[in-house]
């Protein structure tokens, strides 16, 4: 499914078609999760922003105009909802009062298992360490690509070489990138 898909998607959604959203939610999830990692530095925090971006653009989809590509609007959302998250974070924790009880009342219980998102907290940081390091031809073509959502065609016009360098570069900086994963997943 590419960006062109987005298009009838969200029109279907307007519609009132429910599961067509659910296919956005699918398809962009992963990307949003990382994005507002990078505000919130938390994976758990990261997660709770990404819904809360898919809640709002789903309350709001009838506003989005098709004067720019789907995810270029989730971005923006994902940005607002995330810098709206720090801020009331940091807000929250001026307000605390830590007494003797604190946490004592607190009857949330969780199955996750901390380590986990330890783990994923730790890959993501390596990735985007390993993505800082990458060339610039080639971090341009991913953001381009994956970020941007643009495609072949059109990166080859904006960086002005041919379609094969581009799927070239893309493929070099994720095989890069996935050998990151893989040592992780192995160690």
């Known amino acids: 499914m590419n960006s062109d898909d987005d298009r009838e998607l969200v029109q279907q959604v307007i519609n009132g078609n429910i599961d067509s959203f659910s296919s956005l939610v699918q398809k962009y999830q992963f990307r949003l999760i990382n994005l507002c990692f990078k505000y919130t530095k938390n994976y758990h925090d990261a997660e709770e922003v990404a819904q809360e971006t898919f809640i709002r653009a789903y309350k709001s989809i009838h506003n989005f105009r098709f004067e720019s590509k789907f995810y270029s609007w989730l971005h923006r959302i994902a940005i607002n ?18 007494t003797d009880y604190s946490g004592l009342n607190d009857t949330r219980v969780s199955n996750d298992n901390p380590q986990d998102y330890y783990q994923l907290e730790g890959l993501s940081k390596k990735v985007t ?20 959502n643009l495609s072949y065609d059109e990166i080859s016009h904006k960086l002005k070489i041919p379609t094969g360098t581009v799927r070239s570069r893309l493929h070099r900086a994720r095989e890069i990138l996935i050998n990151v994963i893989k040592s992780e997943v192995d160690d």
């Open 129 to 148: 360490i390993e993505y800082g390091n990458l060339p610039t031809e080639l971090k341009t073509v991913i953001e381009l690509y994956d970020i941007q």
């Open 81 to 98: 909802c995330s810098l709206n998250y720090i801020n009331s974070k940091e807000k929250q924790k001026e307000k605390e009062t830590i």
